[in-house]
């Protein structure tokens, strides 16, 4: 009974575990079918919905010529100005008369700033600095000026005997060095002629005094200036008894100039200036020391 009874267990078992593998083999089988065509249907649709190809015209036997192309235009060159938008610093209007039109008035408000741009010669009034094509100020600093003068003076003397005056002429060569704008180092040769007759000379005598002088000039101004030199004086004359010259002189001289005509490398000034040259040993006719002096005006041409 026992052995019937273990048997016909194992025989249910059996029976079931080969119905569930049955079972599971089914269901795989049809798992996998359907993995392996998922889109079928939908390719099959979309088969079948694609309309037929429509064929393609036949062109005419004689096309008409195609209208020739529009040149596309060329966009203008870039202007060289301000860019768009561009303007002056706000609170800075150019006054009046400097290309404005006709009428023009700056907006209330509107004043001249102090610092903006460089400073111009030719300006109304201190704070205002014109457009870019006004002439700038010129710098008087010059590294080498050479200097002509020509003009009319006076030329004295005086001595313990005796003393005269007489008009005459007066020359002068400068050579200047630039140290600064303003400071120049000068080398001069400053002089005046004159005919004397009367006391103090011999007969009808004519007389050259002639300075070499080292100083400084000074540019108060552009246009005006100062100098001042020390160096040897000479006296030279001609009289009935021959001719004859002294430079043991001790020399001063000094000057005001005023450039009343300025270009880029060359200017025309007025000159007034003085000689004073003392000569210890009476050097022509006096006893004593003889002092020979000499104001006068020089148009002076220079260089630089």
């Not at 108060?220 to 030279?236: A, F, H, M, T």
């Amino acid at each position: 009974m026992k052995s019937n009874g273990l048997s016909s267990m194992l025989r249910r078992v059996s029976v079931l575990a080969t119905a569930t593998l049955a079972v599971l083999g089914v269901h795989t089988a049809a798992f996998a079918q359907q993995s392996r065509t998922p889109n079928a249907p939908l390719v099959a649709a979309a088969a079948e919905a694609a309309p037929p190809a429509t064929p393609a015209p036949t062109p005419p036997a004689e096309a008409a010529p195609a209208p020739p192309a529009e040149a596309v235009p060329t966009p203008p060159p870039p202007s060289y100005g301000p860019p768009p938008g561009y303007g002056p610093p706000p609170g800075y209007a150019p006054q009046p008369g400097y290309g404005q039109q006709p009428g023009y008035s700056p907006p209330p408000g509107y004043a001249p700033q102090p610092s903006y741009g460089p400073r111009y010669r030719y300006s109304y009034h201190p704070g205002y600095y014109p457009p870019p094509y006004a002439v700038p100020m010129r710098s008087t600093y010059r590294p080498f000026m050479l200097s002509l003068g020509l003009g009319l003076s006076s030329l004295s003397f005086s001595n313990p005997d005796s003393s005269g005056h007489e008009p005459g002429m007066s020359y002068a060569v400068h050579m200047g060095f630039g140290i600064t704008p303003r400071w120049m180092v000068m080398l001069a040769a400053d002089g005046a002629w004159a005919q004397f007759s009367g006391a103090g000379v011999y007969g009808h005598s004519s007389y050259s005094l002639t300075t070499y002088t080292a100083g400084a000039q000074f540019f108060i101004q552009p246009w005006l200036y100062s100098r001042l030199g020390l160096g040897l004086g000479c006296i030279e004359w001609s009289d009935s008894y021959g001719d004859a010259s002294d430079c043991r002189g001790q020399a001063l001289v000094a000057g005001v100039g005023a450039e009343f005509m300025q270009a880029h490398s060359s200017s025309l000034a007025a000159e007034l200036g003085a000689i004073v040259a003392r000569f210890p040993e009476a050097a022509t006719r006096g006893d004593g020391n003889e002092v020979w002096y000499s104001i006068g005006v020089n148009l002076m041409l220079n260089l630089f």
